[in-house]
């Protein structure tokens, strides 16, 4: 499955992702995480900051779950696929894990690249799209920036 520009757009918009992985004794386990990216047309990729939990459970079930949501546009998506740790001595690291180390600067020590091979993407929507098909994007988002008590940027 491929990511569009749809999902790469909703990505750059959102300010966290939730990882869902499953324990070695079938735990599931959902953490938020703040630096993440698209990775060419199949990949996503998530840094490991502090997520010894995520990591753990990754080597002993690959297979997760990635949701964002633009919190103002009130969308968003969830990917399914198959997760691997690219450790900074791995030699895809330094490609995969670029636009990770870039958002995560020098404050934040990146010590794996979580890359999660894409099998499934569905859109998620507010409930507000079906109950008020009828409201445009501007009103959604002027909507939930008042529910958040958040200021557009230029204003």
Known sequence: MKINEAVRTDIENSVLCWL??????GTPNVTPKEIFASHGEDRIVI??????????????????CVSFVDV????????????????????A???LAEDLLRLA????????????????????WAP?????????EAERMQ????????????D
């Open 20 to 25: 869902a992985t499953v324990g070695a004794d």
């Open 47 to 64: 840094a490991d900051i502090a997520s010894s939990h995520s990591v753990g459970n990754i080597r002993a079930h690959p297979k997760v």
């Open 72 to 91: 103002f546009r009130q969308r968003g998506f969830k990917i399914t696929g198959t997760a691997t740790i690219v450790a900074p001595g791995d030699a």
């Open 93 to 95: 690291f330094a490609e």
């Open 105 to 124: 600067g020098p404050d934040f020590p990146v010590r794996h690249a979580i890359s999660i091979a894409v099998n499934r993407i569905a859109r998620i």
């Open 128 to 136: 507000s799209y079906h109950l008020f098909p009828e409201r445009t």
């Open 143 to 154: 909507s939930a920036y008042e529910t958040y008590g958040a200021t557009p940027a230029g």
